[in-house]
């Protein structure tokens, strides 16, 4: 099975850059995933990393590292609308493709 | 867009009812996941599917069975509802090939069982 670890709060000041982690433990691994999901929201994708290294996407980056079974969601320039819970998620290894989430950080923004 | 529905946003039932939740997505994707997710414990896999007819247990099954006739749609079945089943449901669904493995949620349906 999958086990996955995230802070479950974290706050940071409007305008700074924060770091999400995301540590796992698995059977069998091929990618890592992060979604954002507002309070009564479902949750939206951000980024996806099958191979170590950092993507970015705008204000966001992603980076895995295999050999650590770890990785973070990186946000820069905070906007008060970034406030939203963050997960990891596992993409397992195999035919089915079961993923598996984390238990969420929620971030805060202040002004 | 895709776009996946579900057929409640608010659900009441009582203990013991069996209960139908149901899942369509219009974009002709092969994987369908059901999830329920409680404060503090995140998203938890409770069944999906990777094919019409298909499934695999995910996480947390137990109370639950889930039904995929056609492609589009992934039914999740609380066969005698518990007060211990209160919660938000969550479904996706995923094309595969796309590299990035994207999943698209639903609103969700908040349940309450009394």
């Known amino acids: 099975g999958q086990s996955l670890e995230q802070p479950s709060e974290v706050t940071a000041v409007e305008g700074a850059i924060v770091q999400i982690n995301c540590t796992y433990q698995?059977?069998?691994?091929?990618?890592l995933s992060w979604y954002q999901q507002h309070d009564g929201g479902a949750p939206t994708f951000l980024s996806y990393n099958g191979l170590d290294g950092l993507e970015e996407t705008g204000r966001f980056s992603s980076f895995l590292s295999r050999s650590d079974s770890y990785g973070y969601l990186l946000l820069q320039e905070l906007q008060m609308k970034d406030s939203a819970s963050y997960f990891c998620?596992?993409?397992?290894?195999?035919?089915?493709?079961?993923?598996?989430f984390g238990t969420g950080t929620k971030l805060q923004v202040i002004p | 867009d895709v776009k996946v529905t579900q057929s409640s946003r608010y659900l009441v039932k009582r203990t013991g009812e069996k209960v139908f939740l149901e899942c369509v997505q219009d974009m002709d994707h092969e994987n369908m996941f059901w999830y329920r997710q409680d404060p503090g414990l995140g998203l938890r896999l409770i069944y999906f599917s990777y094919d019409v007819k298909m499934k695999e247990k995910g996480d947390i099954p137990e109370g639950y069975s889930v039904s995929r006739e056609k492609k589009e749609r992934f039914s999740l079945i609380l066969e005698s509802a518990s007060t211990n089943q209160t919660s938000m449901y969550l479904c996706?669904?995923?094309?595969?090939?796309?590299?990035?493995?994207?999943?698209?949620f639903g609103p969700g349906t908040r349940l309450t069982v009394t």
């Open positions: 998620a596992v993409r397992e290894s195999g035919g089915y493709q079961k993923v598996t």
């Open positions: 996706a669904s995923i094309r595969l090939g796309t590299g990035t493995y994207e999943q698209y």
């Open positions: 698995t059977s069998g691994f091929y990618g």
